[in-house]
């Protein structure tokens, strides 16, 4: 495992397990198989409706919650009441702390939520502060009137859309990115690009081990999802190798400019403040024991699929 050092001085593992779109049955699977993989980093979220689930993972797993760095993200309709949602957010996972806690979505009342997790930090229930899906002038917003500037910022990012400017930007603060989407949410043009298929060749590895190895190198930190235990082995097996120079600067050139998730600021206030939900109602069924760890896909192009959160 290779690690991050955040500006706090914290340091965090450069891969982990994703749970976006699992249920809480399936979440609570990958996490016990990613942590008995050797992963150390778990994110999830209010609003994946799957934290009941990730803490019976970790528990079934055996290792030691100092030993885990766990992730996750404050809804917008919870910044208001920024406190409590944070203490709900413990309750439900089952720790009196998280490594890292986001704001998830760059709408509603962003600052008193920021202001509510800087409190949280000075009273140890939370280790690291980050943003999640804010562009550039927000951040700058937070940044402007917060007392802890943020330690992470959570956005899309793979080699279609490799954040360079925005990399440039965090750097200035010693914040790392945190890459969702990594290997393109599943766009097999791009995991196909033939240059991930010649290094493949080259050190016996599939090519989205060599896309999650690129995204490493260039210093993001990663949460690829699956249900399949196979496939959560295969994404943490690529620690034993490293590209050279050369093979990141060939890398850099399938750069597109695209992302997969487009929405306006206008457009995700009306979608995420429209509902208020209650997070504390998750299922809590497990799967049956001889239940294949498979995903099932829609068929559908990338950009149909739910927006990431």
Known sequence: MEYAVLNNGIKMPMEGIGTFLLKPAEAEESVYQALKAGYRLVDTANAYMNEKGVGRGIRKSGVKREDIFLVT?????????????????????????VDLLILHQPVGNYLAGYHAMEEAYKAGKVKALGLSNFPEKLIQDVIDHCEIKPQMVQVEAHPYYPQTELKAYLAKYQMVLMAWYPLGHGDKSLVGEEVFTKLAQKYGKTNAQIVLRWHVQAGNIIIPGSKNADHIRDNFNIFDFALTEEEMAEIAKVDKNTRYYNMSLEDAAKAYMANQIDFNAQEEPRLPQKEPLIRKTSGRRPEQDRPPM
Do not use: F
Not at 73 to 97: H, S, V
């Open 73 to 97: 993200k404050l809804w917008p309709t919870e910044y208001e009441d920024g406190a409590k949602a944070i203490e709900d957010t413990l309750k439900r996972r089952g720790t009196d702390y």
